[in-house]
């Protein structure tokens, strides 16, 4: 009941993978990567004329940088495609992954820049064994006569998710206005939104698994799972070709320094007064920061945060309960803190607002209840 209005809106445009774009047009992803590789590769600066994203790319095969930001001005400036960037926009999450595959094609065989040099850590020397491994079996099949086709199935090749070493994120147009949490509606899920609102709790951050990694102990192969949400359900039994043929089922172990992590923090933000109408309750929001993005608010800081509102459905015995109802939260691509004060003076005054804040909500809960 709390979020009712929230969904009153019905024009609901979930931005599922294959949908079709404004006036019905069908997407074709294939030629919108080829425009984001082009976009990445020549967009230019228009002040300081540098190749701003190669530049990015050139930081993350140096290990110098993590988290690559894509804007959308740059996109519009470059591009002068209005369709394109309102698609991107409008179902930024699947984008997300347009943009991933082509930086991966624009990464393939770029070396570290001169001079610099390169400490190999433990996914290096993994990724250099699985490459190995690799090359073994195919040579082992051309001696064989040629199977190549038959080894491409038996050894699932890597998840593109677990050789990458950059998170990326895209910006909303500047021009979106930062909204407070009573105005999203549904219309906006899977969107690119800006929201404005005070951090009101913040879970501690946390590694969660973004690939699982197992190895069978019958057959040898490695398996990887990529895990998507906040639950999964680990792999038990081995699909591999050579387990099922010789009719073993093969025990799966998870390999926890094989499998790729990623930082993971939740925060919870709540209307500022101002946005609340009288008699109503502040309404507030779970936001998901992960990787460079942990760590970068603190309770009681008024922040705008632009991200991706989603769908959560609920698991387990909620799920039953809940049917179709899907929870919501925001997916962060990016924390600005309104004011920060450096004030020591000011510490305990905020404490103070949020204390003001929690009181507030108590009393309209009691006006609702009489
Ligand atoms: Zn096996």
Known sequence: MRDMDTFGDLDIDLGVPGDTGRAGRNIDYED????????????????????????????????????IVVSLDDVMTYTGDADFVDNIQRNTYRYLEVFKTAIDELM???????GVHIVEDVFDTL????????????????????????????????????????????????????????????SQIGSSVRIKGIVTRISGVKPMVSIATYTCDSCGYEIYQEVIGKNFM?????????????????????????????RYQEIKIQELPNQVPVGHIPRSMTVIARGDLTRKVNAGEVTTISGVFL????????????????????????????????????????????????????????????
């Open 234 to 262: 680990p792999c038990v039994v081995c699909p591999s070709q050579e387990c099922q043929a010789n009719n073993i089922s093969g025990k799966l172990y998870m390999q926890t320094r094989g499998s790729k992590f990623v």
């Open 311 to 370: 769908p959560t459905p609920f698991t387990g015995v909620r799920a039953i309960r809940a049917g179709l109802i899907a929870d919501t939260y925001l997916e962060a691509m990016e924390l600005e803190l309104e004011k920060k004060s450096y004030d020591v003076s000011a510490g305990p005054l905020s404490y103070i607002f949020i204390f003001s804040l929690l009181v507030s909500t108590k009393i309209y809960r009691t006006n609702m209840l009489t």
């Open 108 to 114: 393939v065989g770029m070396e570290p820049s001169d």
């Open 32 to 67: 919108d990567k080829n425009k984001a590789v082009e976009f990445l590769e020549k967009y230019i600066t228009s002040d300081t004329h540098i190749h701003k994203y190669m530049n990015y790319l050139q930081e993350v095969a140096d290990r110098r940088r993590k988290r």
């Open 127 to 186: 990724q250099a064994t699985r490459v190995q491994a690799e090359l073994n079996e195919q040579q082992a099949n051309g001696l064989e006569g040629g199977d190549a086709g038959n080894s491409q199935n038996r050894r699932p090749a890597f998840p593109p998710e677990l050789v990458r070493r950059y998170e990326l994120n895209i910006l909303p147009l500047f021009k979106t206005k930062a909204i407070s949490l009573r105005n999203l509606s549904a």
